[in-house]
């Protein structure tokens, strides 16, 4: 399903926005084991679908998304809708809002279908940690889908949507891309307003599209970009056409492969259909260059210490007092810990607890302060690079999708899934992760990285691979 | 860096979250593995570094102070667990030891 398809066809009249949001919401219903979805919009989306239908009849053009089916990360809030965040803390809770991102969607015409399942509160690789079961991997159901974005990279990946937006704040667009054989794009920090997105890192969480190919993820963008009043964190900075270079050939581009990325960690047939990429980009005429972003092992520590500082703060707030589920008690100080204690799931509790001892008193300058020093480290290494490269490719997982329950037991585990993407998280830059291949049948995710600001590049290196791309097994 | 039991009750404390006694066994083994290995940082010496607190610097931007529309009381009274009148209600807030009954209140 893709947003020129559905837009032809409901422009000559081939297809009507009501017949295929039905249609859909059907397929929703009988591929319901995914537990992509944690609730359906199915009355404002058919009355949207009606409108739309009535606005392609009489030849108005209702935005370049009018009558696109799109699904919402349940991190995002849709007014009138629950956003549960996959937690029982937020039990009962309907948005009074539609967050900024939401509004901009709909004023191109998209029609919001529902809300994805994700890992509760953004916390997790692999859509396990959600208070409303795992969701699974459309390629294998045995499967893990990816997190924290799992219910969004598996409802596109089965035709159950025709893109979504998730978030990433260490990768959770971008692995669970991967994982579903979908593009997912992070795009730079500040780029798209965090205005109704609830927070988990303030100074790492972006929303971004999940989408069936490179065009629809760039078109998405595009609508969902700009600088909001109501997010005094999002940039000051235009907002181009992101697909206007997709089809134009590259320029000569130097592309650099760092060498922390390629280890032995690192899954031999993943680097296999990486090489076969670069080979084939290669033999076009384009520049690769070894180097070496000497402080990405040091990444992965960072992010769980200033992570979860932030999310300790931002986690507060969830106290039974104004809204969500209230535990049952006799006072105050009573109901704050039984409405957290009964609310929060494992993982949540535990990274709360990480950050809220990171930020102690006696611990704050030897873990939060040195880590964010560490940060600066880490965002000179990019900058070194990028000034000797126009853009950087990696691997985006170490793994191919692991099987359900396999890593949850262990938390150390869990966390490297994320050790390839969250450096780029890190330093604000924007990143993707494209679909290369399968190898037997899981796909597999290439990870592109751009300077700041500069996801036109990203899109159009993005678009040139696509295009190039053979999606039978790579081994 | 192993942490005691003593120190996951103290945080458990700051985030205003109860653990079972096997959550904190739980916890203490846990937190100590992902502490020591955030211990992996100490190979650094950042001591001329700046912290980077926000991954872009922007200009912080300001508006005129001009009072607008903000969430309508109706939408907070829906969302609340319990309202009184105009207001959210909550438990007790203060207890005073000595009251009659105060042992009624006892956590």
């Known amino acids: 399903m893709r947003v020129r398809d559905l837009r032809e066809g409901y422009c000559s009249g081939r297809l009507r926005p009501t017949e295929v949001c039905r249609a859909l919401f059907a397929e929703i219903a009988r591929q319901n084991t995914l537990n992509a979805y944690l609730c359906t919009c199915e009355d404002s989306a058919l009355a949207a679908a009606e409108e739309l239908e009535q606005q392609y009849r009489c030849g108005k053009d209702p935005g370049c998304l009018g009558g696109i089916p799109i699904a919402i990360k349940d991190n995002l809030n849709v007014k009138g809708y ?92 971008r692995q ?20 109704g997105l609830l927070a988990y890192a303030s100074s790492f969480d972006q929303a971004g599209p999940i989408a069936s190919c490179v065009e629809d993820a760039a078109t998405i963008l595009t609508v969902i970009s700009g600088q909001d009043h109501l997010d005094a964190t999002s940039a000051p900075v235009a907002v181009p056409d992101f697909t206007e270079n997709l089809n134009r050939e590259l320029p000569r581009l130097r592309i650099g492969l760092p060498t922390e ?12 259909g990486i090489e076969s990429v670069v080979d084939r980009l290669r033999s076009t005429g384009i520049e690769f260059h070894r180097l070496s972003l000497p402080h990405t092992d040091y990444a992965l520590p960072v992010y769980h210490i200033v992570a979860n500082a932030e999310a300790s703060a931002n986690l507060a707030r969830y106290d039974g007092v104004r809204y969500g589920f209230r535990a049952t008690t006799r006072h105050l100080a009573e109901m704050y810990k039984r409405t957290r204690t009964e609310g929060f799931g494992q993982e949540v509790k535990r990274r709360i607890m ?27 290494d990019f900058e070194a690079a990028f000034s000797k490269v126009d853009a950087i490719l990696t691997p985006v997982t170490p793994t191919l999708p692991f099987f359900i329950g396999e890593k949850f037991d262990d938390p150390l585990v869990m966390y490297l899934s994320d050790i390839l993407t969250i450096p780029a998280s890190l330093a604000g830059l924007p990143a993707m992760s494209l679909p290369i291949g399968t190898v037997g049948s899981l796909p597999i995710g290439l990870q592109i990285i751009s300077r700041h600001f500069d996801e036109k590049l990203m899109f159009q290196l993005a678009a040139t691979i696509e295009r190039g791309i053979n999606h039978a097994s790579v081994i | 860096m192993a942490i005691t039991r003593e120190v996951v009750r103290h945080i458990a404390e700051l985030v205003r979250i109860e653990l079972t006694e096997s959550e904190e066994l739980l916890f203490t083994n846990q937190l100590s593995a992902i502490l020591d290995y955030m211990d992996k940082l100490k190979e650094l010496d950042t001591a001329t570094i700046t912290p980077t607190f926000h991954p872009l610097e922007f200009e912080l931007p300001l508006r005129t102070d001009e009072p607008g529309p903000t969430i309508p009381i109706a939408v907070v009274k829906a969302l609340a667990p319990a309202m009184q009148g105009e207001f959210i209600e909550v438990n007790h807030v203060l207890i005073e030891p000595n009251r009659p009954g105060a042992e009624n209140y006892a956590s």
Do not use: W
């Open chain 1, 354 to 380: 990480v950050g809220a001892f990171t930020l102690s008193s006696g611990y704050i300058d030897a873990y939060y302060t040195h880590a964010q020093k560490v940060r600066t480290l880490i965002k000179q």
């Open chain 1, 261 to 272: 990325y390629f280890t032995a960690g690192v899954d031999a047939s993943i680097k296999a």
């Open chain 1, 82 to 173: 629950p956003t549960t965040c996959g937690s029982k803390i937020l039990a009962g809770y309907r948005s009074g809002y539609h967050a900024t991102l939401v509004s901009k969607l709909l004023a191109q015409g998209a029609i919001i279908v529902g809300k994805n399942n994700l890992d509760e509160f953004a916390m997790g690789s692999s859509n396990e940690t959600s208070a409303y079961g795992p969701v699974r991997n459309p390629f294998d159901e045995r499967r893990v889908a990816g997190g924290s974005s799992g219910g969004s990279a598996a409802a596109v990946a089965a035709n159950l949507c025709c893109a979504a937006i998730g978030s990433d704040t260490g990768g959770s667009i």
């Open chain 1, 176 to 195: 669970p891309a991967a994982f579903c054989g979908v593009v997912g794009v992070r795009p730079t920090y500040g780029r798209v307003s965090r205005f």
